[in-house]
């Protein structure tokens, strides 16, 4: 079992950054992919970023790529995604999410992919 706690959404001004952490417990991480999705309000929920947790290969969404970094602490177990210049259309709910069955490739964008999610932080982007 796993279980992730997501944390670092708020409020912030259009052009601000903010820095999100997803800390895990319950297992000891080796070759998983963790991703990061969000919903907005009357919208799917959809990838923004992923990353393997052994070799660090990433994956970001087009409208989120060199804005958004998605990285990882292993010692305490615990993914980050770095915003930066933030845009209205980033307000949205963020999830973190873990895959932990056997992999055989690095890219997983859809949430059935998944096998573990948090409990969401909210991001809220002021124009």
């Known amino acids: 079992q796993v279980q992730l706690a997501d944390s670092g959404g708020g409020l912030v001004q259009a052009g601000g950054s903010l820095r999100l952490s997803c800390a895990a417990s319950?297992?000891?991480?080796?070759?998983?992919?963790m991703a990061w999705f969000r919903q907005a309000p009357g919208k799917d929920r959809e990838f923004v970023a992923s990353?393997?947790?052994?070799?660090?290969?990433?994956y970001y969404a087009d409208n989120v790529e060199g804005r958004f970094t998605i990285s990882r602490d292993k010692a305490k177990n615990t993914m980050y995604l770095q915003m930066n210049s933030l845009k209205p259309e980033d307000t949205a709910v963020y999830y973190c999410?873990?895959?932990?069955?056997?992999?055989?490739?690095?890219?997983?964008?859809?949430?059935?992919?998944?096998?573990?999610w948090g409990q969401g932080t909210q991001v809220t982007v002021s124009s």
């Open positions: 990353i393997t947790w052994s070799e660090t290969i990433t």
């Open positions: 319950g297992r000891t991480f080796s070759d998983y992919t």
């Open positions: 999410a873990a895959r932990v069955r056997s992999s055989s490739a690095f890219y997983y964008p859809r949430q059935y992919e998944y096998d573990y």
